[in-house]
């Protein structure tokens, strides 16, 4: 049928003429593209072939109010008719980029009021890496330069994003990184000790997500972050909380470092500011950061993405930020969250080889074992499989094998309904009888 030559072509094409980002290219050229999609609404994704999917991922944890709202095309047709494009360097402004910038620090904690705008996740945590050195270089302690991030830890693929990334795959890929990195498990005994080694003088600052995403949902252990925030202080060194995948309300709070108790220095964001409608993140600095650097430095801060501050892009982020406020969508992050969490111990309780279920708000995982008492894994991951059987069963899944684990990852689009859930969890129920 049509659906299915202009599959086929479209496929041709794609092998032929474009480069997947994190897709092995031989598999691809033997596989093709999954899926071709052309629509969203809702949690829903459909594709060229009419198959219409679940989006149990939020796509890449960002589409966070969901598909197809239309207004966000709207604010971004309006925006681009009136003003595409003009450069925020040198002091220039405009309108969209102001008003964002305030409503941001409307959204962080304590005295964080100061936003630098970028294109996404990447850019955000290099800008927060080159700031903290030039931080530590004004206040005359230029040796300060060395980052800490935890394992299992995603920050992204810009050249500083990859080398504080703590999954190796990422790391491996290129054969040199940026210098000065550091990475440590999830005690405090090896932080201490790490930066006892280190000495605090050279250390710059601790990057950490409040729950981890990429690496597989992890929270961290109980009272870490108040711990680390204690421990930063006392050696001064910067607390940068990457909240690119928890910001903007993914675990029922404004953002994750909220469900700790703990204001970080710098907050680095991007995906929910946006809901993956425009390709915009920023860098939060807080008072005390902005503060040294406009009085004790004259030169400029040499740092600037063309579109830094695109009017379109915040444009697209100011409504989506509206509709998140309006519809009250981080309340039902919270009454949505209980019943994934719900979901996912049914998943545990009904299948015996489930365990390691984690997860707050609609950010969930839960891992396959094939004895979970001994920790002891399947050869193969089972979590890959029951991705290609919920697939055909309408949900585009995800599953994590980093780091030897085997997980099922959730992170649906704020606007799910309980009966939204309760099909998820019973299409992976489903595909999980089927695999075994
Ligand atoms: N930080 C975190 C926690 C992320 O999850 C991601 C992307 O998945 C990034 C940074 C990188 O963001 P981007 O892909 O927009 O560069």
Aim: proline fraction near 4%; glycine fraction near 10%; charge should be negative.
């Amino acid at each position: 049928n049509d659906a299915q030559v202009k599959f086929e072509e479209l496929t041709e094409l794609d092998k032929k003429h474009f480069l997947h980002p994190s897709t092995s290219i031989k598999q691809h050229m033997e596989n093709g593209p999954g899926a071709i999609f052309t629509e969203g609404e809702g949690i829903y994704l459909k594709d060229v072939r009419g198959r219409k999917l679940i989006d149990s991922l939020s796509s890449l944890w960002n589409v966070n109010i969901g598909h197809g709202r239309a207004e966000l095309g709207q604010a971004a047709a309006e925006q681009m008719a009136r003003l595409a494009f003009s450069s925020t360097f040198a002091g220039n402004s405009h309108e969209p980029v102001i008003e964002l910038a305030k409503k941001v620090s409307e959204w962080t904690p304590g005295n964080l009021n100061t936003t630098f705008f970028t294109s996404g996740g990447s850019e955000s945590n290099d800008t927060a890496f080159k700031t903290v050195r030039h931080y530590w270089k004004v206040k005359g302690q230029p040796n300060k330069t060395k980052i800490i991030s935890r394992s299992l830890s995603y920050h992204g693929v810009a050249m500083g994003a990859t080398s504080a990334t703590g999954i190796e795959p990422f790391r491996e890929f290129t054969t040199s990184l940026a210098q000065g990195f550091l990475y440590v498990d999830s005690s405090i005994e090896s932080l201490k000790d790490l930066i006892e080694k280190e000495g605090a003088e050279n250390i710059a600052a601790f990057i950490s997500e409040p729950i981890q995403g990429s690496g597989g949902v992890n929270p961290p252990p109980e009272g870490y972050f108040k711990e680390v925030r204690q421990i930063c202080d006392e050696n001064d060194i910067l607390f940068i909380a990457d909240e690119v995948i928890c910001g903007f309300g993914r675990t029922g709070e404004k953002f994750g470092m909220d469900l700790f108790g703990v204001v970080p220095d710098i907050i680095c964001m991007a995906k929910g500011i946006s809901s993956g409608y425009a390709p915009i993140g920023g860098m939060v600095i807080s008072d005390k950061i902005k503060n040294e650097l406009m009085e004790n430095y004259e030169g400029n801060f040499w740092h600037g993405y063309t579109y830094s501050g695109h009017p379109m892009c915040c444009a697209v982020a100011l409504k989506n930020l509206e509709i998140i406020e309006n519809e009250n969508m981080v309340e039902n992050v919270r009454n949505m969250g209980e019943e994934l969490q719900k979901g996912l111990k049914y998943l545990e309780e009904t299948h015996v080889i489930m365990g390691n279920r984690r997860g707050i708000g609609l950010l969930g995982a839960i891992e396959f074992f094939k004895d979970l008492e001994a920790g002891e894994r399947y050869s193969e991951p089972v979590s890959t499989k029951v991705v290609a059987k919920a697939l055909d069963r309408g949900l585009l899944g995800r599953s994590i094998v980093y780091g030897g684990q085997d997980t099922l990852a959730f992170a649906p689009p704020f606007c799910i309904t309980k009966q939204e859930v309760g099909t998820m969890i019973s299409i992976i129920d489903d595909s999980i009888v089927e695999v075994k």
